[in-house]
């Protein structure tokens, strides 16, 4: 099942993505008398989202394609904008499965947290700040958690998970290394954080560890790389950070990218998930475009 937020008039409201567009969710309610929530996190959160697969299984795909909103007219937003958690894993791809049977039994995952203020959609800007000269974008598999969950096993985090997006990363990265304790600040500018556009479910990846995550930059696959190859597997990742912190519904977790790219004013940054989807958005340097900037003095 492939599910989005979308812009409608002022308001972000939930849709089943479908072949032929979006079906929005209060038209579904309102044609069959449900109560499904109208906004995606809100879908999740009260874990109903496996009920409305079920429902969105049982009714004809014709049906559906008569309430769809051409794909041309929607405007995507970001899948939601508070989870109540957004943690990011860093090094976690290695080159090919040689290199992974090298990798220490012991070892852990590197990890960061960034705030939902960073949080954008398909084809916002992302905007370079005044105080980076280097900053880099890198596309990302992204876990939805969809249960709440504490200490569970590998196997059991399976079903702790809501399903999976697109998401682009974005780093002052000379903030970075001017001292790896900036990390966070480097990580946490408005718009560091492209999310969406679509969820999918678990079952529309049967074979998980051969998705193909890319960065992608002006069209150009800068860099690619498959689940596979990751040091910690998404299940492991759920499990390992269930052992820290009570996950919610709704929290997200990145699982590191294939690489980095550096991006510059104009560019076209993008994350394909291949097969799948692509995340897309303008950059847009706050040094050269003034005029974009969203100060608010208080």
Not at 39 to 60: H, P
Request: aromatic share 6%; charged share 25%.
């Amino acid at each position: 099942m492939k599910l989005a937020s979308f812009r409608n008039g002022e308001r972000e409201e939930a849709c089943i993505v479908t072949a032929e567009g979006a079906v929005p969710i209060s038209e579904v309610n309102r044609l069959t008398g449900a109560d499904w929530p109208v906004q995606l996190y809100r879908i999740i959160a009260e874990e109903r989202l496996d009920a409305l697969r079920q429902w969105a299984a049982s009714v004809s795909e014709s049906w559906l394609r008569r309430l769809a909103l051409p794909a041309e007219s929607v405007r995507f937003a970001p899948l939601y904008r508070t989870p109540r958690k957004i943690w990011g894993i860093g090094f976690n791809y290695v080159r090919d499965p040689e290199e992974l049977q090298r990798v220490p039994p012991d070892e852990e995952p590197v990890g960061f947290m960034k705030p939902d203020t960073t949080i954008v959609g398909h084809m916002d800007d992302i905007l370079i700040p005044r105080e980076s000269e280097r900053t880099t974008a890198e596309g990302e598999l992204a876990i939805v958690i969809g249960k709440r969950c504490r200490n569970v096993g590998r196997e059991a985090a399976a079903s702790c998970i809501a399903g999976y997006a697109a998401a682009i990363d974005v780093t002052a990265d000379d903030i970075h290394q001017r001292n790896p304790r900036f990390l966070t600040r480097a990580k946490s500018f408005d718009t560091f954080f492209s999310f969406g556009p679509v969820l999918l479910t678990p079952d529309e990846f049967p074979k998980l560890g051969d998705v193909v995550v890319e960065t992608v930059i002006n069209g150009e696959v800068v860099h690619r790389n498959r689940v596979a190859n990751m040091r910690f597997h998404p299940h492991q990742i759920v499990a390992f950070h269930s052992r820290v912190m009570t996950l919610l519904p709704g929290d997200v977790i990145l699982t590191g990218t294939p690489g980095a790219a550096v991006i510059r004013d104009g560019d076209l940054a993008e994350c394909r998930i291949a097969g799948h989807v692509s995340l897309a958005n303008r950059v847009v340097d706050l040094k050269r475009n003034q005029t974009n900037s969203k100060d608010v003095i208080a």
